[in-house]
Each structure stands twice: as C-alpha cells, then as structure tokens.
C-alpha cells in the first residue's frame, strides 16, 4: 500500500531530538501540510516552532502518561500519518537484580506506548481515509545481546506491529515497521554505540521513500542492511506473505 506524505497532515512522537527531529525536518522538505511535534512537555518542540514556524503544531504526548495519548488524538483530529517514534534504552542484563523492573521500564514505553498509540489514532486515520502508521523497532528486535530487556522489548513492539499490519490493512491504512541500526543520536552516543554510525537523516528520508514505495519492512542504515541481506527471505516469505 503506497502513500505519500506530501500535503498531509501528519504527527511524529519524540520529535525533539535524534530520529524523531529528522523524522520532522523530512516531512517538512517533503511537503507535509503540518507536522504534530509529539513532546513530553511543550517547551521542547521551541526550537522546531523557531525553524519551521506554523508547520509544526507542538502537542504533549508522553508514552508514560495514556491519557495524554487520548488528549493527542482528540487534538490532532485530521492527522493522516502517524509515526510512533518515542523509545527508552535502559539495556538491563538477564542476571541483573533489578531486570524485571528495568524491563518493566521499557515495555511500558516500548511496546505498551506502540499499542496506546495504535488504538487511539486508528480511528483518526481510517475516518481521514486512511492514511499511515509508522512504528520505529530496530534491528535489535530481530537479534538480542547481553544487555537483553531493550531487544527484548523491541522484539514485541515489532510482533505488535505485524499484528496491526492486517487490522490496519482492512481500513486502507499502510503500515511501515522501520528497523534501525546504531544512528548518531543522543541514545546511541549514551550506550556506546555511536561508532560508526549513520546519521538520523538516513531512517527520515529512508521512511518517506518506503511508504513511497509500499514497503512494510525498512531498515535503512549500512548495518540494518546487512541484517536486511539475511532477514529478506523469511520476511518476504513468511512476514509479509
């Protein structure tokens, strides 16, 4: 299911910094009509009013907090595309004492943020003709390591996200699961990852040209595409079939 963002109405969570700030800037060079800069607490989205003026509608959505989730879709009520970007990075240990409250953590924001944001904004797409959902997983959802909670939690975002890819389908919404590899942003520099790394812009621009193209899988950066080589065949296969 192809789509096109230009001219739409569209909404990006965590969109003050690292995927989510590029994730803006693209859709603005694009031609979105309007941007929702979904932010914790409005003030972060300043500098995202400073460079883009009207186009960006700063709105509180905090994944940790549901009913500001309901609020949003009220708000935003002609959005059209809508991509749910927000994510933590806390990388317990399966040995750790404290695992389970960390992973707790991260399936609170990872996965339970993901399906708040699918059942709210679902019927605001399909009364605005359907429109897109993006989820952002990581290539970590398809291979663990030993700071195990966040692949875990990666991991059932993007089992959710193949569930809502048919009960989207039946309301002509197309859905786009992006799998990241280590992108230059704060998270990444944060855990150690950053060597290396490709800039955020690759996962923005590379979501525009997949929903272009009707894709539902993305990985975009040189490492995702490596795991892309090995993952095509059983996602094309089984994942997509």
């Given at each position: 299911?192809?789509?096109?963002?230009?001219?739409?109405?569209?909404?990006?969570t965590g969109a003050n910094r690292g995927i989510g700030k590029a994730i803006v800037e693209s859709f603005v060079q694009h031609g979105a009509s309007k941007v929702y800069a979904g932010v914790r607490s409005l003030d972060k989205?300043?500098?995202?009013?400073?460079?883009?003026?009207?186009?960006?509608?700063?709105?509180?959505?905090?994944?940790?907090?549901?009913?500001s989730i309901k609020a949003a879709a009220e708000t935003a009520h002609d959005v059209q595309v809508v991509v749910s970007n927000?994510?933590?990075?806390?990388?317990?240990?399966?040995?750790?004492?404290?695992?389970?409250e960390q992973f707790q953590t991260e399936l609170n924001i990872n996965v339970y943020g993901l399906i708040r944001m699918a059942q709210a904004f679902a019927p605001?797409?399909?009364?605005?003709?359907?429109?897109?959902?993006?989820?952002?997983?990581?290539?970590?959802?398809?291979?663990?390591f030993p700071r195990a909670?966040?692949?875990?939690?990666?991991?059932?975002?993007?089992?959710?996200?193949?569930?809502?890819?048919?009960i989207f389908k039946e309301q002509g919404?197309?859905?786009l699961s992006v799998h990241p590899g280590p992108i230059l942003t704060d998270m990444a520099i944060s855990s150690g990852f950053a060597e290396d790394s490709d800039l955020p812009s690759v996962v923005s621009e590379g979501i525009v040209e997949a929903l272009k193209e009707g894709d539902f899988h993305l990985f975009p950066d040189r490492m995702a595409k490596d795991f892309e080589k090995a993952y095509h065949n059983?996602?094309?296969?089984?994942?997509?079939?």
């Amino acid at each position: 299911m192809t789509y096109d963002i230009s001219n739409k109405n569209t909404l990006v969570t965590g969109a003050n910094r690292g995927i989510g700030k590029a994730i803006v800037e693209s859709f603005v060079q694009h031609g979105a009509s309007k941007v929702y800069a979904g932010v914790r607490s409005l003030d972060k989205a300043e500098a995202l009013v400073a460079e883009f003026g009207e186009k960006v509608v700063p709105i509180e959505i905090d994944y940790d907090n549901p009913a500001s989730i309901k609020a949003a879709a009220e708000t935003a009520h002609d959005v059209q595309v809508v991509v749910s970007n927000a994510g933590v990075l806390i990388g317990a240990g399966v040995m750790d004492e404290d695992v389970i409250e960390q992973f707790q953590t991260e399936l609170n924001i990872n996965v339970y943020g993901l399906i708040r944001m699918a059942q709210a904004f679902a019927p605001v797409l399909k009364r605005n003709g359907g429109g897109a959902f993006v989820q952002i997983n990581s290539i970590a959802s398809l291979s663990s390591f030993p700071r195990a909670t966040y692949p875990a939690s990666k991991a059932a975002a993007y089992s959710f996200t193949q569930a809502l890819r048919p009960i989207f389908k039946e309301q002509g919404t197309a859905t786009l699961s992006v799998h990241p590899g280590p992108i230059l942003t704060d998270m990444a520099i944060s855990s150690g990852f950053a060597e290396d790394s490709d800039l955020p812009s690759v996962v923005s621009e590379g979501i525009v040209e997949a929903l272009k193209e009707g894709d539902f899988h993305l990985f975009p950066d040189r490492m995702a595409k490596d795991f892309e080589k090995a993952y095509h065949n059983f996602a094309e296969a089984i994942i997509e079939a």
